[in-house]
């Protein structure tokens, strides 16, 4: 039987040992330490096993039986082990280990259990304190009796206040060969950003084929990241892309992304009819910054331009980048002194109505300066002034024909203002201005020339609110509140916009350039509400539950009702009329997170909705969340003929208490056409240490796209997995409805 001793010193390269009987050959200086052994080297680290022999010429031991290192909370098992004695790094056969990173990493990046490395290998050398190299063996972040995933490799270098890099990696989830990967470098940081590959998304498309996405990820800074992107498709081609994120401090971030599409030659084949897809490529640009300077200036800018609008439309999966017609790119510099303000921007936007035919609009520059109002003396009169130049861009591009319609304005509008307050439920606000602006070309003939041309006006308008009528009334111990408030609100306005002699000759392009003169309008309306007191979160609170409004206008001029930016029909071809559609809003919010907003315009003289839409929102708990809409538009071109529009889209999202299990589903519906433009299946899975997400699209082209899609529908299906500490991403068109890294 082995016995303690406690009388011989230990060796140099021990610090401390407990116990074990020493049989020793002092010629060939080999020291054997036999029983249960335990010694700490001088580093700290203990060894434990059941025979260890010391090479004293060489500095070199071998464990044998059982053997066991332990560094803190890090520790390595193996049946046998061959270490020099000084620095303590060595080789572990048929060995097993574990390190804690707990001090290093979130627990959130790890499903909020401790966040823990275990590996194992035929051969485990120990490099350094913290560097490892396994051998045919396997490594995994997920800690459970039998781990959820794991990472067998041929090697693995794991260095513990870095990264763990493996060559001819199987992913394994329960036992299951899911994924092989050549190599894979998996971050192990002291920051929840950290530097690497992130896990791979598989999808397949009727476009596309198979489909095979990689990203990798570099976290350049605290406050800077870089992810590049590779998307790689069998039957259409491959693209590839980056995005760039950056906070420098309050006021101070932005981000961009890049998109470039190297789609091959190729040929599909629908009702029997096969048709040949050339070769194209095609790149995409979106972002936005904002950067705060001297002197109280912030300067913004975007991007979202695109080079191809059927790639556009065809390749994106979320379905408002794949729907949206418009790119554009644009920057401004604003800034504010006291009751002075500046507002500098430079746009330029481009609408397509099909492949080749656009309209660009924007201002390059236009330059707004503005005095805020301030009394006069102890008058209860108030005067303000704006002032501005612009440069409009204003073309009607078809192929390689450009029409021109651009002009130069300068605009000074000052006003003056009284408003009488006096009485609480009865107010009237009273304004006088006058507006001058100068445009650089005009119409002459019929043609525009680069004759300028000056508009005068003044306006003049009075708004009264009120009288307000009110009603309280009080029920306690009642079920949904205790307290309630109906207020009814009328209120009526008259403007008068003086005569413009020379309107036919403004070169119209938007806004007010389409202002009637000679006009009187009278716009009346009526708003009810009504408010609940109501304990919610154990606070009191006055919750404003239904909201419903109704309004009209009157028009002594009828062309006046056909550029009314109160109505969402009027600049859509309507007849001119001497009243407005009736409009009317209604918003409800009974509790938190559940809202609702219905609004119509109808048209009371031909007695038919011209705009109808709906929408609402509402969650139950942290487990169910919805929304959806509705809207119709009418647009009658002439009094006989009418275009109608008619959309529902739906989209809800359900998940178990912990997040462990949940999905979304959502479809956009054209109802006219009777068609899904496109419905969408997403889920997934999370366990403490690994998630799987999966999601299953369908598309509809319009008749419009065909011409250069050449087939009706698109099936798209999209996986990936995610592990502890490893993050995945959204494709570059947008998978799992996202846009970026999503690590």
């Not at 408030?485 to 007010?512: A, W």
């Not at 999202?653 to 519906?669: A, D, H, I, K, Q």
């Amino acid at each position: 039987m082995p016995r303690p001793v406690s009388s011989r010193e230990p060796t140099h390269w021990m610090k401390s040992m407990t116990f074990g009987i020493f049989p020793s050959d002092g010629v060939a200086g080999i020291r054997r330490l036999i029983g249960h052994v335990e010694v700490e080297l001088q580093d700290g680290t203990k060894v434990y096993a059941e025979a260890i022999e010391e090479f004293t010429k060489e500095n070199r031991a071998i464990a044998l039986g059982n053997v066991s290192i332990s560094q803190g909370a890090n520790n390595i098992n193996a049946d046998r082990a061959e270490f020099d004695t000084e620095t303590g790094f060595g080789t572990f056969f048929n060995a097993s280990g574990s390190a804690s990173l707990a001090d290093r990493v979130s627990r959130d990046m790890f499903g909020g259990q401790e966040p823990d490395l275990y590996f194992y290998g035929e051969k485990v050398e120990r490099l350094s304190p913290r560097k490892y190299k396994v051998t045919k063996g396997a490594f995994t972040t997920c800690l459970q009796p039998t781990p959820r995933w794991q990472l067998v490799s041929s090697t693995a270098i794991i260095n513990l206040d870095h990264y763990a890099f493996a060559k001819n990696t199987l992913l394994k989830v329960k036992g299951v060969p899911v994924l092989y990967l050549p190599a894979i470098y998996y971050p192990i940081n002291k920051e929840d950003r950290a530097t690497g590959f992130l896990m791979p998304v598989y999808g397949t498309g009727t476009v596309t084929g198979f489909t095979l996405s990689n990203a990798f990820f570099w976290a350049i800074s605290r406050s800077q990241d870089l992810t590049f992107q590779h998307d790689w498709f069998t039957r259409s081609g491959q693209a590839v892309g980056s995005e760039y994120r950056y906070v420098r401090g309050p006021g101070a971030q932005g981000n961009m992304r890049f998109r470039f599409l190297d789609e091959k030659e190729r040929t599909y084949t629908y009702g029997g009819v096969t048709t040949p897809q050339p070769a194209r490529r095609s790149y995409e640009l979106t972002g936005s910054a904002s950067q705060s300077l001297p002197w109280k200036l912030t300067a913004r800018g975007n991007v979202s331009y695109f080079s191809d609008i059927a790639v556009q439309q065809t390749y994106h999966m979320n379905i408002y980048d794949a729907s949206r017609r418009q790119r554009g790119y644009g920057g401004s510099l604003t800034g504010a002194w006291g009751p002075y303000s500046l507002d500098v921007r430079a746009t330029r936007n481009e609408i397509y109505f099909n492949d080749t035919d656009t309209w660009v609009t924007g201002d390059m520059p236009s330059i707004g300066l503005r005095r805020t109002q301030q009394r006069i003396g102890r008058l209860p009169l108030y005067w303000k002034v704006d002032t501005g130049f612009k440069s409009t861009v204003y073309q009607a591009k078809s192929g390689t024909n450009v029409n021109d319609m651009g002009r130069m304005t300068w605009d000074a509008s000052p006003q003056l203002r009284f408003p009488f307050t006096r009485w609480q439920f009865l107010k009237v606000d009273s304004s006088l201005s006058w507006r001058a602006t100068y445009y650089n070309e005009s119409y002459v003939g019929g043609a525009q020339v680069a004759e300028p041309i000056w508009r005068r006006y003044f306006s003049m308008e009075s708004r009264v609110t009120g009288p307000t009528f009110t009603r309280v009334w009080v029920k306690p111990g009642g079920g949904y509140a205790d307290g309630w408030k109906h207020v009814i609100e009328p209120t009526v306005s008259v403007s008068r916009t003086t005569n413009i002699d020379n309107y036919d000759q403004i070169v119209k392009i938007g806004g007010d350039d389409y202002l009637v003169g000679g006009t009187t309008r009278i716009n009346y309306g009526l708003s009810n509400k009504l408010m609940a007191r109501r304990n919610e979160g154990g606070k009191r609170v006055a919750r404003e539950i239904v909201r419903f409004t109704l309004q009209q206008s009157y028009y002594t001029n009828p062309a006046a009702s056909q550029w009314d930016f109160a109505y969402s029909t009027s600049f859509m071809g309507r007849p001119a009329s001497s009243l407005s559609p009736l409009r009317g809003d209604v918003t409800v919010s009974p509790f938190p997170g559940v809202a609702g907003r219905f609004v119509m315009e109808y048209d009371t003289e031909k007695g038919e909705l011209q705009s109808v839409s709906a929408n609402g929102s509402g969650a139950v708990g942290e487990w169910l969340q919805a929304s959806g809409g509705w809207s119709q538009r009418r647009f009658r071109y002439t009094w006989d003929q009418l275009s109608l529009q008619d959309y529902v889209n739906v989209s809800a999202t359900l998940r178990t208490p912990g997040n462990r299990v949940g999905g979304t589903y959502s479809f956009n519906f054209d109802l006219a056409g009777k068609t899904f433009l496109q419905s969408r299946l997403a889920g997934y899975y999370n366990a403490q240490c690994c998630a799987i997400m999966a999601e299953f699209q369908t598309r509809n082209y319009p008749a419009s796209l065909r011409q250069y899609i050449l087939i009706p529908q698109d099936r798209r299906f999209n996986i990936s997995v995610t592990l502890a500490g490893l993050g995945t991403f959204s494709n570059l068109f947008g998978a799992f409805g996202g846009g970026g890294s999503m690590r």
